[in-house]
């Protein structure tokens, strides 16, 4: 599938917004919603994975087709529809410069194709999209794919910040690139802090931390140093939630009243997770959220005490 052709499709972020949000009128909280988080579809992994070679051995991706695919299912069916579905990173294992990579691009872009219309996809980057280190061409290769790498997006009188967090884990090919993304934070986080939205959610790959702001450096988290940093400007802002992928296994905490979400994945389990998805409910107050495997969400939808909160005004 052709860029062109994709932004047929999706609603691709430009100009550091999404357009399928940009009507004025979704900057005003009318009531509940929801959305579903989804992370690390990962086409190639789970071969990758079983043989024992990240690097080369992602060479076939049937079993994350069928779960992209079941997703997508369990996603239409629900009523009513959430208002976006967001992909927290890793949307194909090829890396820039590997073998596989347009193959893999090119059929999760064809299973997304299946997401009803009415649902608005959210595309963030991951290192497996743009590189551990990433370069200028291969961010520019991600925003042609899939849209802009940073953006903000208003929904219902929330405001959604959309992150490259492989700038905050090791910009040093990309130095101007990290720039241009602190200045432009900067930026949102002080209308964030003007308390002019009822919320401010961020979206990011890699998270913050995994349990405790205070927790070893890792492979799977950000730097101490740097979460730190960031965990502080963010609740500052007000920022009351960060939801993230990366680590194939459910996890998260709290520090202070900042809610850092981990989500397991869509396709390749690191833990004892399955395969699923998160329903996330925004109401005046607060940010629920709960992870479903996709055959529970698929076969009983959301729960009914998730369904009463999205009927209070």
Same mark, same amino acid.
């Given at each position: 599938?052709?860029? =062109? *052709?994709?932004?047929?499709? #999706?609603?691709?972020?430009? &100009?550091?917004?999404?357009?399928? !949000?940009s009507?004025?009128?979704?900057r005003?909280?009318k009531?509940?919603?929801?959305f579903?988080?989804?992370?690390?579809?990962?086409?190639?992994?789970?071969?990758?994975?079983?043989?024992?070679?990240?690097?080369?051995?992602?060479?076939?991706?049937e079993?994350?087709?069928?779960?992209?695919?079941q997703?997508?299912?369990?996603?239409n069916?629900?009523?009513?529809?959430?208002?976006?579905?967001?992909?927290?990173?890793?949307?194909?294992?090829?890396?820039?410069?590997m073998?596989?990579?347009?193959?893999?691009?090119a059929?999760?872009q064809?299973?997304?194709?299946?997401v009803?219309s009415?649902i608005?996809?959210?595309?963030?980057?991951?290192?497996?999209?743009?590189?551990n280190?990433?370069? =200028? *061409?291969?961010?520019?290769? #991600?925003?042609?794919?899939? &849209?802009?790498?940073?953006?903000? !997006?208003?929904?219902?009188g929330?405001?959604?910040?959309?992150?490259?967090?492989?700038?905050?884990?090791?910009?040093s090919?990309c130095?101007?690139?990290?720039?241009?993304?602190?200045?432009w934070?900067?930026?949102?986080?002080s209308?964030?802090g003007?308390?002019?939205?009822?919320?401010?959610?961020?979206?990011q790959?890699?998270?913050?931390?995994?349990?405790?702001?205070?927790?070893d450096?890792?492979?799977?988290?950000?730097t101490?140093?740097?979460?730190?940093?960031?965990?502080?400007?963010?609740?500052?802002a007000?920022i009351k939630?960060?939801?993230?992928g990366?680590?194939?296994?459910?996890?998260?905490?709290t520090?202070q009243?900042?809610?850092?979400?981990?989500?397991?994945?869509i396709?390749?389990?690191?833990?004892?997770?399955?395969?699923?998805?998160?329903?996330?409910?925004?109401?005046?107050?607060n940010?629920?959220?709960?992870?479903?495997?996709?055959?529970?969400?698929?076969?009983?939808?959301?729960?009914p005490?998730?369904m009463?909160?999205?009927k209070?005004?």
């Open positions: 599938m052709s860029a =062109a *052709e994709a932004d047929g499709i #999706f609603h691709r972020a430009r &100009g550091r917004t999404l357009d399928a !949000f009507s004025e009128k979704e005003e909280w009531g509940p919603f929801y579903i988080q989804g992370a690390d579809p990962q086409f190639g992994l789970m071969k990758a994975w079983s043989v024992g070679d990240c690097d080369k051995g992602g060479d076939e991706w079993q994350e087709i069928r779960l992209t695919e997703a997508v299912h369990a996603i069916k629900l009523n009513p529809r959430p208002r976006f579905l967001v992909l927290c990173g890793d949307l194909i294992h090829a890396m820039p410069g073998p596989w990579r347009k193959e893999q691009t059929d999760l064809r299973v997304l194709k299946g009803h009415e608005p996809l959210v595309f963030v980057s991951g290192n497996h999209d743009i590189g280190v990433p370069t =200028a *061409e291969s961010v520019s290769e #991600f925003c042609q794919t899939w &849209g802009d790498d940073y953006f903000s !997006f208003w929904v219902g929330v405001l959604f910040l959309v992150l490259n967090s492989q700038f905050l884990y090791d910009a090919r130095p101007a690139l990290k720039q241009a993304q602190d200045l934070l900067e930026e949102q986080l209308t964030a003007k308390r002019a939205c009822q919320h401010a959610i961020v979206f790959h890699i998270p913050l931390f995994l349990q405790r702001i205070d927790e450096d890792d492979y799977f988290n950000l101490t140093s740097v979460r730190q940093e960031m965990a502080d400007k963010f609740i500052k007000g939630a960060v939801f993230s990366h680590y194939h296994r459910n996890a998260g905490g520090y009243n900042l809610d850092m979400v981990v989500s397991s994945a396709g390749c389990q690191l833990g004892k997770d399955t395969h699923g998805l998160r329903v996330v409910v925004v109401t005046a107050e940010i629920v959220h709960r992870y479903y495997s996709l055959d529970e969400l698929s076969e009983r939808g959301l729960d005490d998730l009463e909160l999205m209070k005004k």
